[in-house]
């Protein structure tokens, strides 16, 4: 009972390094989304997908990209990391986008310094 | 846009007191209400929701009524325990035939004391 998979959980990057943030899902969900979740902000959405091959921004999608080429993956990629990206960042995945319960994995503690 | 508004604490209270933590949104359409809770060190897993006006939600104790006169879902609990020790948020889900995912206060940092 996998559910909600992310890797890794702790990353430190030096400004300017670009990494991969890795989700997947095994509930056959076609909704993922990323969050990211800071001191005082609650969770704000970085980027969703509705299913494979669609993607959208979401509140803050800035410095970040995705792609869902499987309903299974949702990576999320930094290209160039800035120390206003360092925060917790979580993934989830619903039936649906609306309305639905959504499914959050562990989360991915990232440090940028 | 939707937003959710909820006391931010910490809330510090002793085992066995009476909880209540206030969540009040503003929305379009008729959006489903949700409370999450984030133990340390995890990710959020849902505790309750209400899909529609009235509807209350429950479990492990925990109880929401979605008051759609008073755009609230307070989360209540009768007699908390120290294992309550946790984050709770309060989210709302997208309305209006939009699929951006659930809208979420800020959290509300609950301390239980034995």
């Known amino acids: 009972n996998a559910g909600v998979t992310q890797t890794p959980k702790f990353q430190v990057l030096k400004t300017g390094q670009s990494m991969t943030l890795q989700c997947a899902q095994d509930m056959n969900h076609e909704y993922m989304s990323w969050y990211r979740q800071d001191p005082g902000m609650g969770l704000r959405l970085i980027h969703y997908?509705?299913?494979?091959?669609?993607?959208d921004q979401g509140e803050v999608p800035n410095g970040y990209n995705v792609s869902r080429s499987t309903t299974e993956d949702f990576p999320l990629r930094l290209l160039s990391a800035a120390p206003s990206q360092t925060s917790v960042y979580f993934c989830?995945?619903?039936?649906?986008?609306?309305?639905?319960?959504?499914?959050f994995g562990q989360g991915t503690r990232l440090t940028v310094v | 846009g939707n937003s959710v508004t909820q006391m931010e604490g910490p809330v510090t209270l002793s085992e066995e007191a009476f909880l209540t933590i206030n969540c009040t949104y503003t929305?379009?359409?008729?959006?489903?209400l949700f409370w999450y809770v984030q133990y340390p060190g995890e990710g959020l897993q849902l505790l309750l929701k209400a899909t529609k006006a009235d509807d209350k939600g429950s479990n492990k104790g925990f109880e929401a009524t979605y008051r759609k006169e008073t755009t609230s879902f307070h989360l209540e609990k009768g007699s908390v325990q120290v294992s309550d020790s946790a984050v709770y948020f309060c989210a709302l889900g997208s309305s209006g035939g939009g699929a951006d995912g659930l809208t979420f206060g800020k959290g509300t940092h609950l301390i239980i004391q034995p």
């Open positions: 997908s509705v299913g494979a091959g669609i993607t």
């Open positions: 989830a995945s619903s039936l649906t986008g609306e309305n639905t319960e959504a499914f």
């Open positions: 929305a379009t359409g008729y959006p489903s």
